[in-house]
Each structure stands twice: as structure tokens, then as C-alpha cells.
């Protein structure tokens, strides 16, 4: 039988995943903001950021998607080593989905901050004390 306590981490795992599956559109768009870039490169540019380790199973298919909406171009090339790589860079329709990424981010953050405060104030009629509890 699973102890409450597994399946409380269960849930944060299961809402970490969903969180992080949102974001990262945006952080492998970041990564090619630097120039283009091949898969194995992109995902060890992600790695390299504490809780953005991703596997190629779920960097591939999003670049799938983003080149077949026009956000991302592809092409072959010759790596140094071994075999022909695919290289991915934006287009002028993924700078511009970029551009606006960015400034929503802020926007964003800034909600969830303010949201996050106003949970530890007095709620009016609610019944709450000022830390969230009745």
C-alpha cells in the first residue's frame, strides 16, 4: 500500500513534469536564440541548467513540432565527427513567437508572484488568518 507521503510526491512530481513540459518550448527556443544548433547540442545546453535535464525523447518531438509550424528551420549538415547532423535555427516567425515569449514571461511571473502573496493575506469574509490558516 502507498503511504500518503509517496503519493504526495507522486503529485508534485506528476505537476513538476507538466510545468516543466510547458516551459521548455520556450527554453529550447532560447538556446537557438544563440545561433543554430543540433539536438544533442540543444539538450546538453539544457542540461547544463540545474532542472532543465531533458532526454532526447522530449527535445526531438518539440522540435518536430516547432519546424513544422514554421518557428524552426532545419537542415543537414556535416558534423566534425561521425554522421550528418540536423542543425536547427528560428525563422522570422520564431524570433517573433520568441520576442513575445519573452515578454510574456515577465507578466507571468509577476501574476504568480502576486498571487502567491496575496495567499498569506487576510481574506475578507473567508475566515483566514493572515498566514492562509483558519
Known sequence: ?????????????????????????????????????????????????????????????ILARLKAEGFLKARLGRSGSGPMRRYFSLTEKGRLRLAMMDAYWPMLSDSIETLKKAAFKAVPGKGRCENGKD
Not at 500518503?4 to 521548455?24: C, F, H, P, T, Y
Not at 538556446?31 to 539536438?39: D, H, Q
Open 1 to 61: 500500500m502507498q503511504s500518503s507521503k509517496d503519493r504526495s510526491i507522486e503529485l508534485i512530481e506528476g505537476w513538476i513534469v507538466q510545468l516543466r513540459k510547458g516551459a521548455l518550448e520556450y527554453c529550447l527556443m532560447l538556446v537557438l536564440r544563440r545561433g543554430e544548433s543540433y539536438g544533442y547540442e540543444i539538450i546538453q545546453a539544457l542540461s547544463a541548467v540545474k532542472d532543465l535535464t531533458v532526454g532526447e525523447s522530449t527535445v526531438y518531438p
